[in-house]
């Protein structure tokens, strides 16, 4: 794994394959950053708060003020322009688009962190719709937002991830391999 980027991770359940890579990670001195996806967000942030890990809960701001988070995601789907979880909280907002208009959507959110998917190839999207490092920093070169790489990363394409604008990149099945 890539010693110079930072990493959030997409969880939605503890086991001890996920635990071990996590805390490989941090044994490295990595900054790493959890994701909670799901309904366990009780588990999963009593992990990340015994472990000092920053964690953030997916498009849930009660929850997240609930559970002391360090901060709310925005999934792509979420469209809201109203929001002002920055002004009204101390909670950090990150988000994800897949083009330039959801881009601008997720500025306007606040987020401090964009992640831009899908980079390289996974089963959620066909070959069409891959950016490949080319496209990413294309799309990208006039951001000035905190760039995530998100979508297909594994061990075999990870150092291209070098070659993109991208500060941190974000996993959900490498983790458990």
Known sequence: MNNKLDYYIFIEELNKRIIKNIIKLKRQKLKVSIIIISKNISI?????????????????????????AQGIFLNSKNKILRNNIKETTKLEVIGSAHNQFEYYIKKSQNCSTIMLSPIFYNQKYS?????????FNLITQYWKSKICALG???????????????????????IKK
């Open 127 to 135: 070959h069409n719709k891959i950016l490949n490092p080319l496209k």
């Open 44 to 68: 999963i942030s009593a992990f990340a708060k015994a472990n000092k890990i920053p964690f953030y809960i997916t498009d849930n701001m009660k929850s997240a003020i609930k559970y002391n």
């Open 152 to 174: 297909g990363i594994n061990n075999k394409n990870i150092k291209l991830i070098n070659l993109t604008k991208s500060k941190s990149l974000a996993i959900k099945s490498l």
